[in-house]
């Protein structure tokens, strides 16, 4: 990859309705099909349970430490 | 909004968490250490969230500013090293899909971050064009200016720009997402 592209004006001022007709309509559907395909099966991958265990650790750890502060029990 | 109600909220989303994440970062194994960064940042700053925001929206941007600022150096050494996940990745379903799925994320890989990520967001994740803008900071008409610009390049990409590039081999290709592996004949 070749580095960061300097931000430039748009050349239609940003609207883009012009641009968009260049694509046929099928061609559109055809990525819009890939894109979805492609991301749904990331999406369907199991979810690892480190991130599970994760989450129960600080949520315990929060549960925790405002029982300590709400009762003050240790030094 | 209480701890056990966020909690459940991150999990919900650490799908798609993963899914952008391994969209920008081109590693699955980058994108889960992303994900943990973004859910560990989301706990520690979850009083800053507003309840009856969108939550992914938010969550994608923690992720994608912790991607700009600390992972991309290493997504490019990842992939120099290990190709990306696009040339290893098992995936699911049959192999008229599988082989075209390997294409379009080799295509997909070759866009320049700024174009792939907003094609994912809108494309794919649900989010609208103005929450793409407000998680990369930049106003609507330049974010549906990068997704026309990623559809163009991918169609360049793909061989596919315009009705007669679209010819029998790939229409059948495409109708093989949808229907069985039976080729459709005219």
């Excluded at chain 2, 990306?84 to 390997?102: I, P, W």
């Excluded at chain 2, 989010?127 to 974010?143: F, K, N, Q, W």
Aim: hydrophobic share 35%; with cysteine; charged share 30%.
């Amino acid at each position: 990859m070749s580095g960061m592209k300097i931000e430039m004006p748009e050349p239609n001022g940003g609207d883009e309705t012009d641009f968009e007709a260049i694509l046929d309509p099928r061609v559109q559907e055809s990525i819009g099909r890939s894109l979805k395909a492609h991301y749904d099966d990331l999406i369907n991958a199991p979810i690892p349970d480190k991130f599970l265990v994760l989450l129960a650790q600080l949520e315990a750890k929060e549960s925790r430490s405002s029982a300590e502060e709400a009762s003050d029990e240790r030094p | 909004m209480s701890a056990p109600e966020f909690k459940d909220g991150l999990i919900k989303e650490i799908p798609n968490l993963r899914a952008f994440a391994a969209s920008l970062s081109g590693s699955m194994q980058l994108a889960d250490d992303l994900v943990q960064d973004t859910l560990l940042k989301a706990w520690g700053n979850s009083d800053k969230f507003e309840p009856g925001t969108s939550l992914r929206a938010w969550l994608f941007t923690i992720l994608r500013n912790t991607y700009y600022s600390l992972y991309r150096k290493r997504g490019r050494e990842v992939q120099d090293s290990e190709g990306t996940y696009a040339e290893r990745m098992a995936v699911h379903g049959n192999q008229e899909s599988h082989l075209d799925l390997a294409d379009f994320r080799k295509a997909l890989a070759k866009l320049p971050e700024e174009q792939r990520e907003v094609l994912i967001m809108v494309g794919a994740t649900g989010l609208s064009y103005e929450e793409a803008a407000e998680i990369c900071g930049v106003a609507i008409g330049t974010i549906k200016s990068r997704v026309n610009r990623a559809r163009t390049k991918l169609a360049e990409l793909l061989s596919i720009k315009g009705l007669d590039d679209l010819g029998p081999d790939r229409q059948s290709a495409a109708a093989v997402h949808r229907t069985s592996s039976e080729p459709i004949r005219p």
